[in-house]
């Protein structure tokens, strides 16, 4: 359907049901303006935090984001290792004493 197709058949609705239309249209554009400029917001904070690593010495190289990174198979095979002794949770609360 084209634009002039759909405003043709908002035309023809009652008021009522053309302002639903307008106000749920309004209301997804909204969302989807958030979810967009959130993703863009985020990635460059990351960069800015990334490169203010880099400077303080912190980091030696920041690895390369993208499809080939991490993905939820590594995720799954991720196994911790054993460490002997008590959890370290329960060291720190034992230390705070």
Do not use: C
């Not at 690593?53 to 190289?61: D, E, N, R, Y």
């Not at 991490?70 to 054993?82: K, L, S, V």
């Amino acid at each position: 359907m084209t634009t002039t197709e759909i405003l043709t058949q908002i035309r023809k609705m009652p008021l009522n049901e053309a302002r639903e239309i307008a106000e749920r249209l309004t209301a997804y554009l909204r969302e989807q303006e958030r979810s967009g400029l959130g993703a863009e917001q985020t990635e460059a904070q990351e960069d800015e935090f990334e490169r203010y690593l880099l400077a303080k010495g912190v980091a030696s190289h920041i690895p390369p984001r993208g499809p080939n990174t991490d993905t939820d198979q590594d995720f799954d095979r991720f196994a911790p290792i054993q460490v002997e002794g008590e959890p370290l949770s329960e060291t720190i609360i034992r230390e705070r004493r």
